[in-house]
């Protein structure tokens, strides 16, 4: 960030002092915001001033702090923040201390898995066959036998509408 900063102001009025690049083909802005432009111009003194006395003016407010309750709700929040971090590295499924391996094949992932599954730091193993119900042939005989006949019912119905 200082080298940049460096180039900012060394580098670059350089290279566009040296270079001489023309201006820009159209004026750079908001025309909309040019009345504000010329009176921040005009009235540049006051605007500074007001600022000022503004700012002086709050400065007493900053030794009077109505800090406690911020305080107490940012320590209840960073209770509620630990008890729920610890919970989390206490949940076998959240904890963090786990290892993905890839296999190039769901039977070598089965395989792999058993043999993790029997060491002693290994909690648990999950392949994609853990995500697949045991008896889904079944499942999908169902649903193929229900698909036909829903879809009877529902061109049947579509038939028997009237178009307008």
């Known amino acids: 960030m200082l080298i940049a900063f460096m180039c900012s102001i060394t580098f670059v009025p350089a290279m566009l002092a040296a270079l001489n690049p023309p201006g820009e083909p159209a004026s750079i802005g908001f025309a909309a915001l040019a009345p504000l432009d010329d009176f921040l111009q005009r009235h540049r003194i006051a605007v500074i001033a007001v600022t000022m006395i503004t700012v002086l003016a709050g400065v007493p407010l900053l030794f009077q702090p109505r800090l406690t309750s911020i305080r107490s709700i940012c320590r209840i929040r960073r209770v509620h923040r630990s008890r729920t971090h610890r919970e989390l590295q206490n949940t076998a499924e959240t904890s963090g201390n786990e ?60 038939s028997s509408r009237p178009t307008r």
């Not at 094949?105 to 045991?134: C, F, G, H, M, Y």
């Not at 005989?141 to 006949?149: C, E, F, G, L, T």
């Open 99 to 158: 290892a993905e391996i890839l296999a190039p094949s769901l039977d070598q992932a089965d395989t792999l898995a058993k043999r993790l599954e029997s060491l002693p730091e290994v909690s648990r193993t999950l392949t994609l066959s853990n995500l697949i119900p045991r008896d889904q042939d079944a499942k999908i005989a169902a649903i193929k036998s229900s698909a036909a006949r829903s879809d009877a019912a529902l061109i049947r119905r579509r």
